[in-house]
């Protein structure tokens, strides 16, 4: 993972550094198109004019995962589309977060069956929990935020551990 | 019911020994499970019924004696008329000859029955599982098959739950 390997724990110039990184990660971090049902749509709409989400960094959505930082998987996900999941997950360069958007991203919303993966934490790690059916894009913004929270809180010993 | 379709339910019943239901204009044929095909290249040739609009199937558990009925439903374009055949399955003879050859929209039709309800179709293309992962167990669409999936976790058996939810490695 780069610089945090290298640097280990020293002090003034690693805390420094550390909120450097973590400005420059949070302020262009850019998600991965991956809307599978009906949380794409407030997705797209929390990227539109009204409820922009440019103001936070994520000018663009990449489709592809090796160009993108962070996964919202805004819908829910079927026993079938979670391998794809999973690899699309693994193709993501570090550093890479997860927002489970929605309630069957959480926990399988209304769907408790034999179909739909309860909860996409049994397939990638996830990050920050958005609810809602759908979220309102006000909302799937606060999650954003708070994931921006999370990263500035990061250090490099945690990750050089890792 | 319909004229035309008096007279072919008429010559299924000659032919094919078979009983029928009606209901509001609608025409149920069962018909037994060796003269399916039959049944229905002669519904397609002789009588234009050329439009399989639906095939699926009902499971009747706890009766295991039709346990299942598979369902084909013919449409006639050129006539402006429909005819359902129904097929009574045993609940331990599940083999049924496949309608691929006379329809070829059958193929996803079966494989999701085949899927769904574990009833076998002999000499099918691609006896794959449509829905369902390969490796799944289990026929969802049956009436013995749990409802629900997962026990849902309220605050109060929040932990016991964590313990066995099987969360994703890094």
Same mark, same amino acid.
């Given at each position: 993972?780069?610089? #945090?390997?290298?640097?280990?724990?020293?002090?003034?110039?690693?805390?420094?550094?550390?909120?450097?990184?973590?400005?420059?990660?949070?302020?262009?971090?850019?998600?991965?198109?991956?809307?599978?049902?009906?949380?794409?749509? #407030?997705?797209?709409?929390?990227?539109?004019?009204?409820?922009?989400?440019?103001?936070?960094?994520? #000018?663009?959505?990449?489709?592809?995962?090796?160009?993108?930082?962070?996964?919202?998987?805004?819908?829910?996900?079927?026993?079938?589309?979670?391998?794809?999941?999973?690899?699309?997950?693994?193709?993501?360069?570090?550093?890479?977060?997860?927002?489970?958007?929605?309630?069957?991203?959480?926990?399988?919303?209304?769907?408790?069956?034999?179909?739909?993966?309860?909860?996409?934490?049994?397939?990638?790690?996830?990050?920050?929990?958005?609810?809602?059916?759908?979220?309102?894009?006000?909302?799937?913004?606060?999650?954003?935020?708070?994931?921006?929270?999370?990263?500035?809180? #990061?250090?490099?010993?945690?990750?050089?551990?890792? | 019911?319909?004229?035309?379709?008096?007279?072919?339910?008429?010559?299924?019943?000659?032919?094919?020994?078979?009983?029928?239901?009606?209901?509001?204009?609608?025409?149920?044929?069962?018909?037994?499970?060796?003269?399916?095909?039959?049944?229905?290249?002669?519904?397609?040739?002789?009588?234009?019924?050329?439009?399989?609009?639906?095939?699926?199937?009902?499971?009747?558990?706890?009766?295991?004696?039709?346990?299942?009925?598979?369902?084909?439903?013919?449409?006639?374009?050129?006539?402006?008329?429909?005819?359902?055949?129904?097929?009574?399955?045993?609940?331990?003879?599940?083999?049924?000859?496949?309608?691929?050859?006379?329809?070829?929209?059958?193929?996803?039709?079966?494989?999701?029955?085949?899927?769904?309800?574990?009833?076998?179709?002999?000499?099918?293309?691609?006896?794959?599982?449509?829905?369902?992962?390969?490796?799944?167990?289990?026929?969802?669409?049956?009436?013995?098959?749990?409802?629900?999936?997962?026990?849902?976790?309220?605050?109060?058996?929040?932990?016991?739950?964590?313990?066995?939810?099987?969360?994703?490695?890094?």
């Amino acid at each position: 993972m780069g610089v #945090e390997e290298k640097l280990g724990d020293m002090g003034v110039v690693t805390t420094t550094l550390e909120t450097a990184v973590n400005w420059a990660r949070t302020n262009a971090m850019w998600p991965m198109l991956f809307g599978l049902a009906c949380c794409a749509i #407030e997705m797209m709409s929390a990227q539109a004019a009204n409820y922009d989400m440019s103001r936070f960094g994520m #000018e663009l959505m990449r489709p592809s995962p090796r160009q993108s930082d962070l996964m919202i998987v805004a819908g829910r996900v079927s026993r079938k589309m979670a391998p794809v999941l999973r690899r699309l997950y693994d193709q993501m360069p570090e550093p890479k977060w997860v927002i489970a958007m929605g309630d069957c991203a959480s926990c399988g919303g209304v769907f408790n069956n034999y179909a739909i993966v309860q909860g996409v934490d049994e397939v990638v790690p996830v990050d920050v929990y958005v609810a809602g059916c759908p979220p309102r894009p006000e909302a799937l913004i606060h999650g954003v935020v708070t994931l921006f929270e999370k990263v500035k809180g #990061e250090k490099f010993a945690d990750l050089a551990k890792a | 019911m319909d004229t035309r379709l008096e007279k072919i339910v008429k010559v299924l019943q000659e032919k094919a020994g078979a009983t029928y239901e009606e209901f509001r204009g609608e025409v149920h044929v069962f018909i037994n499970v060796g003269q399916i095909v039959d049944a229905l290249t002669f519904l397609r040739d002789e009588h234009q019924f050329s439009l399989l609009s639906a095939m699926t199937a009902v499971d009747y558990w706890p009766q295991e004696n039709p346990r299942f009925h598979i369902i084909y439903q013919l449409t006639s374009l050129t006539q402006n008329l429909s005819i359902q055949l129904r097929i009574p399955v045993n609940g331990s003879q599940l083999k049924v000859p496949t309608a691929t050859r006379v329809f070829e929209v059958a193929n996803w039709r079966e494989r999701e029955i085949m899927d769904m309800f574990g009833i076998e179709f002999e000499d099918h293309p691609d006896p794959r599982r449509i829905l369902m992962p390969e490796d799944w167990e289990g026929h969802p669409l049956r009436k013995d098959y749990p409802l629900g999936y997962e026990e849902p976790q309220f605050t109060f058996n929040f932990d016991e739950i964590d313990v066995r939810k099987p969360y994703a490695k890094e």
